[in-house]
Every structure is written in structure tokens, then in C-alpha cells.
């Protein structure tokens, strides 16, 4: 009898043995908001009668997105997702200045053809998120202030930033975490990147600057770090031995900075658009790099693996591929063309669980209306995972 009441009680506690004690789960969202069009033209551009027509193309682009369209149906991907933390990259604003003065409705920033590319994109995901999300900190990247165009004979100026942004729930106990003293270039409440692509444009050398920005949370009584990024893209050029090596020294110093200021009592959690997969390789051979890339040059997320955080997408059940890149330019082709996984959620401290990870905004019923016949969202999918701790888990 006496060994049959010890069993009892040992099977009435077996569920506090095997579940890890201080047990916590947080959503996270990674999302690319995407500018609406390819600025690549206007820095590739010959003369300054072909910088005016790309600037007029990419507006014109920009504006056929419908970017208050597609931030309300990204918006509508958070609210049905319900994150307590979102990372957002490549959150444009595009400001506008009519230089001839007074203004005439309907030429220069009136135009019917590039009006609508004027907006801010934070703002319209915040109105369409009704006070459920609020933003938390930004990182300020490329930001070019009044280059003046010429569209249907009148002048006017057009102002671009791109920012990577944080929105927490509403709710969410979150606030920025200060870089200031440790990054060499402070951008708001993140740093720009030590090491960027310059490029020398008829209008002048242009630095495609990129940034991290961070907020400590808790959430469920447990504390984390969140830090969001957006790095240079892989191939800048197949001729440029150089490459690669942007966006491995831009990784490289975000996690020198993270694993140097990073409290132990916090679970460090990295989301961004990496541009850098499973599937890429490092650039091997003698190339004239410094240290430590003269023996060749890693990709991100090898570096993120070495530095020994977890692909949380690797811990879901299932072997989806999980491609969250690209769509069109002009975001109008019917079936998805996603073909790379890009956008990341990794974490140091390795997750228990991963539940619910999925990519969000790559089916056709994701577009915006009409129905099947709209715009993607977005030229990227998004990610979200639901990621279980406990105490057991963390690394020392």
C-alpha cells in the first residue's frame, strides 16, 4: 500500500519535474515594409537628364504600390499575429516640396503620377494599427534631404529616410537600449554601421548607411533583449571582389557590440532582414581583406552561428523552407516568388520551443484587394515565432 501511494505521488508531480522551471514564452515579428521601388538606377544613372528620369521612374514606381494600401494590409499581418515585439526594416518616408511657388494642383509634388509616393510609412502602420501597437525606437539609415527633380516641366524636391523601427504591443514594458557610448555612430535611438557602401552618384557620393537599434522588454516576467538590424545585400557586384564583405564586417561589429554589453539576465534575441541564408556561401581565395577575412569572407549567418546563436526556424517542426524573398519590383505578380529565406529570428539563448513560426504575407490571399488580382504587401514576407525558455536552456 505504501508503495502504491509513493508511485501516486510520484506520477502526481512528474508534470513539475519535466517542465523547466521559470518556463516563458515571447512572439516575435520580423518585418521589410519595403520602399515601393529599385533606387538603384538614379546612382547608376550617366547624366543628369538620366538622374531626373530615374528619380521620376522610382517615384512613379513608388506611387503605383499604394503604399497607404500595403501598410494597412502589413498592419493587418501584426494585429492578426499579436507580437509583443516587431522589428520593421526599410520604413520609408518620402517628403515632397514643390519649388514652384505658389503651387499648382496637379504639377510638381501634385502630379497624379507620383502624389501618392509621398507618405510616411511609419505613420500610416501606426494609424492602421489603432493604438494596439505603439514604436518604441528607431534606427535612422539613408536620409537625403531636398534633391530637386523635374516632372511634366515643373521643379520640385523630394526628401527620402529609411529608418528600422521597434513597435511593442500595447502594454509591453519596453524601452531603448543606449549604444551611444559603445558604437561609433549614433543614429537616434540605434548606431549606423561602422563600415558602408558609398557610392559616387552625378549628385554626389551617397553612403547607403545601415543600423541596429535594440529595446530591453519583459514580457511575462521575463526579461529580454531585442535587437533589429537591416545588413548590406550579398552581391553588390559579382565583379567586386568586395562584395561580400559589407555586410559580414557590418554583422561582425553588431555582434562584437552585443556580446560585449549584453546583461546576463537577459535572453538576446536578433530579428532583421540579414540578406544572408542558409544557403550562402563564404567567398573563399586570396582576397586583399583585413583581418579576419584575408582568409576568406563568412556570410552573416554563418557569423550568427559561430557566435552561437540558434536559427530559431531550424527548431519548428516540419522542413517548410520558409522563403521570405523576393516579389517583383512592382509587386504585381500573381503567384509568390519567394525563393530565399532572409529574414531572421535568432536567439543566443536557445529556445526550448519553437511554436507557431510561420511566414506571414506569402499567399495570394494576402494581397491587397482586389482580391487575387492586388499588390503583395510587401516584396518580402514576414516571420513570426512564438519562443518557449526555460531556466535550463540559457547559456552560461
Known sequence: MKKQFVGILFLAFLPLLVMPAGAAGIKLMTQNQYLGADLTPIFTASDL??????????????AASKPGERMKALASEIAKEKPALVGLQEVYEFHCADLLQP????????????????????QLTLDAL?????E????VNVNIIGVP???????????????DV??????????????????????????????????????????????????DATVDGKKYRLVNTHLEQQQLGPANPLFQFYQAAQAGELLYILM?????????????????SPEHLAVLGPLPLPAPFDAGIPTPYQLFLVA?????????????????????????????????????????????SVKRARVVGATVSDKTRPQGRGLWPSDHASVTADLQFGLLTAKK
Open 49 to 62: 537628364a538620366e538622374v531626373n528620369a530615374a528619380i521620376v521612374t522610382a517615384l512613379q514606381t513608388v
Open 103 to 122: 503651387p499648382v494642383q496637379g504639377y510638381g509634388c501634385s502630379d497624379p503620377s507620383i502624389a501618392a509616393a509621398f507618405s510616411d510609412q511609419l
Open 130 to 134: 489603432d493604438g494596439t501597437y505603439v
Open 136 to 139: 518604441k525606437a528607431q534606427v
Open 149 to 163: 527633380f523635374l516632372i511634366n516641366g515643373v521643379w520640385a524636391a523630394v526628401s527620402v529616410v529609411d529608418r
Open 166 to 215: 521597434i513597435l511593442a504591443r500595447h502594454g509591453v514594458a519596453a524601452t531603448p537600449v543606449n549604444y551611444a557610448a559603445v558604437c561609433a555612430k549614433p543614429s537616434a535611438d540605434g548606431c549606423n554601421y561602422s563600415i558602408v557602401l558609398s557610392v559616387p552618384t552625378l549628385l554626389g557620393t551617397i553612403s547607403l548607411e545601415r543600423g541596429f537599434v535594440a529595446v
Open 260 to 276: 560585449n554589453t549584453t546583461p546576463l539576465d537577459r535572453s538576446l534575441v536578433v530579428v532583421g532582414d540579414m540578406n544572408s
Open 308 to 352: 552561437g546563436f540558434t536559427d530559431t526556424w531550424e527548431l519548428r517542426p516540419g522542413r517548410l523552407p520558409g522563403y521570405t524573398c523576393c516579389q517583383q519590383e512592382d509587386l504585381v505578380n500573381h503567384r509568390s516568388e519567394l525563393y530565399e529565406r532572409v529574414d531572421m529570428i535568432f536567439s543566443y539563448d536557445v529556445p526550448s
